[in-house]
Nanobody, 116 residues
Framework: QVQLVESGGGLVQAGGSLRLSCAAS????????MAWYRQAPGKQRERVAR???????DYADSVKGRFTISTDSAKNTVYLQMNSLRPEDTAVYYC??????????WGQGTQVTVSS
């Protein structure tokens, strides 16, 4: 069984910071990408950050300069450091891992709420 568990969400004031974690359990012989997505009420899910197995990362324009994605392979964990949070960042955040066999895995989501 492969499972992703997110943590670190919560309520924060505008301008504050949060660090999300996503711990993976199970067998991961090879990982193509690790990413964070979010879905706000009434809006489509969007990818906010991604890192590939080659070490390249990319970000949605709305979070560039504020969010940073990182990984710890020894802990099978991907992080999302979120700084200068804005009310429009309020959403459920999901981690996503695509294994080498192209099979995607999703976490259950963690709520991030930014108050103004």
């Amino acid at each position: 069984q492969v499972q992703l568990v997110e943590s670190g969400g919560g309520l924060v004031q505008a301008g504050g910071s949060l660090r999300l974690s996503c711990a993976a359990s199970g067998s991961f012989f090879s990982i193509r990408t690790m990413a964070w997505y979010r879905q706000a009420p009434g809006k489509q899910r969007e990818r906010v950050a991604r890192v590939t197995n080659s070490g390249n990362s990319d970000y949605a324009d709305s979070v560039k300069g504020r969010f940073t994605i990182s990984t710890d392979s020894a802990k099978n964990t991907v992080y999302l450091q979120m700084n200068s949070l804005r009310p429009e960042d309020t959403a459920v955040y999901y981690c996503n891992v695509i294994r080498g066999d192209s099979v995607p895995y999703w976490g259950q989501g963690t709520q991030v709420t930014v108050s103004s």
